[in-house]
């Protein structure tokens, strides 16, 4: 009598995570959500000093950013009003003031590479797009919440889009601080501080 042999098993493979890339030519943002949803339930892993191939999922966190900051101001505008429709000078300034942040968020991203790589560092552009833009998640959704409070005329709205900025200029601190000045406190003010001021100006000037 023969002894049979079983097949061994196959190795557990680990679980993937959430690619911005797709190399097949697959759907690129199916991850998305899943992605999203990390950044919440496992922020230390998903903000760590290893770069994920999330360029793509960050660079649509800044982009939704900046349009939820259009849209707010946009709204905030038709609700204070009585007047039927949408002006379009009540466009050109929500734009405007999107732009106040869309322009310093591109020029401090390209400003973290060059610093870190001045100091040695060799993080990339993409690293920061994933990382700073991974960290304007819970902007995004204090801004949407202040938008959904705006349109109930509840009066809190204030608070969340005024904490969903605030959290932007944190964001800025934060990776400053954690991949571009090696922890040092008083780099990341100066960046964090001219992020402030190069938004605030270009409210003026727009």
């Not at 360029?55 to 007047?83: A, C, E, S």
């Not at 379009?88 to 929500?94: I, K, M, N």
């Not at 869309?102 to 040695?120: E, R, S």
Request: net charge positive.
């Amino acid at each position: 009598m023969s002894d049979e042999q079983t097949p061994a098993s196959p190795p557990e493979q680990p679980p993937q995570e959430p690619s911005g890339t797709d190399g097949n030519g697959g759907n690129q943002l199916a991850g998305y959500p899943q992605y999203f949803l990390s950044l919440f339930t496992r922020p230390d892993e998903m903000l760590d000093d290893k770069y994920r191939g999330h360029k793509l999922f960050g660079l649509i966190n800044m982009i939704v950013l900046v349009g939820v900051l259009i849209l707010g101001h946009l709204i905030q505008r038709m609700v204070r009003t009585t007047t039927s429709g949408v002006r379009f000078s009540w466009l050109l300034d929500a734009i405007k003031y999107g732009l106040a942040y869309a322009v310093p968020i591109a020029i401090v991203l390209f400003l973290f590479h060059w610093y870190a790589k001045q100091k040695g560092q060799k993080f990339s552009v993409d690293f920061f797009m994933e990382k700073f833009g991974s960290m304007l998640a819970l902007p995004v959704v204090l801004v949407v919440t202040g938008i959904l409070f705006n349109i109930l005329t509840v009066n809190i709205h204030t608070w969340f889009r005024g904490a969903g900025v605030s959290f932007l200029y944190i964001a800025v601190f934060m990776a400053s601080f954690l991949y571009v000045a090696s922890r040092r406190f008083q780099v990341a003010v100066v960046f964090t501080l001219g992020f402030y001021l190069a938004c605030r100006l270009l409210m003026r000037l727009l």
